[in-house]
């Protein structure tokens, strides 16, 4: 063990970890009702660890997947509530020169039938800085959606695209990270539809694979 969750705010970790070249661990902790963070873990040399929390988010708000670097040291992730909306919200955490970090919302869902609801997991890039995820709600069936955010030119904005519904009969609920090929293509998985049997004669959940 090197690092106990020992406070209400700081518990129900499990979204995974990522790591710097440093070695410096970077964990997000949900902790649902109390005070949700993004933690950091340094080696202090001793075989032990020192955490910091690099950002501590409003109760509810659901921050789950793993944490995402970029080559420029930036933090990403996701929330499943929160944002214009609280529907869910993409964010980066950036270093400032005093050692502080900054959040800042790349996109905030805003559901129906043309956008997604809670992404649940991480977040994927390409070379260009395009940002690929998953909600678990929304999209065409409400069944959850594929999305893309263009990176922006200058200091323009993100633009989100949304490269596929799931309609149930090909997936529900896709929670997992994605993954990309060397083509572009992207692969997860859902946790329910694709058929019947499993959960309420609905599906035991699909791989897929969106070609964007």
Same mark, same amino acid.
């Given at each position: ?10 518990? #129900? ?5 990522? @790591? ?6 970077? *964990?997000?902790?949900?902790? *649902? ?10 080696? &202090? ?28 040291? #930036? ?11 609280? @529907? ?12 502080? %970090? ?14 997604g609801i809670g ?15 998953t909600t678990i ?13 263009? *990176? ?17 009969? &090909?997936?529900? %609920? ?29 599906g035991c959940g699909? *791989? ?5």
């Amino acid at each position: 063990m090197i690092y106990n969750y020992d406070s209400a705010a700081d518990n #129900n970790g499990g979204g995974g970890l990522t @790591m710097d070249a440093s070695g410096n661990i970077f *964990a997000v902790l949900s902790a *649902a009702y109390d005070s949700p963070s993004v933690v950091k873990l340094s080696p &202090n040399g001793y075989g032990g660890w020192n955490p910091t929390v690099l950002r501590t988010f409003g109760n509810k708000i659901f921050p789950e997947g793993a944490p995402v670097l970029d080559n420029a040291w #930036n933090l990403y992730g996701t929330t499943q509530a929160g944002g214009a909306h609280n @529907m869910g919200t993409v964010y980066k955490l950036s270093r400032q020169k005093n050692g502080a %970090w900054s959040e800042s919302v790349l996109y905030a869902f805003k559901g129906g039938k043309t956008d997604g609801i809670g992404p649940y997991a991480g977040i994927a890039f390409d070379a260009a800085g395009n940002i690929y995820g998953t909600t678990i709600f929304g999209g065409k069936s409400n069944n959850g959606t594929v999305f893309e955010l263009v *990176a922006p030119v200058g200091k323009g904005s993100y633009e989100e695209k949304v490269l596929w519904s799931f309609d149930g009969a &090909n997936g529900r %609920w896709p929670l997992g990270s994605l993954i990309r090929d060397n083509a572009g293509n992207l692969y997860g998985m859902t946790r329910s539809g694709g058929g019947t049997g499993c959960y309420a004669l609905k599906g035991c959940g699909v *791989a897929f694979e969106v070609i964007p």
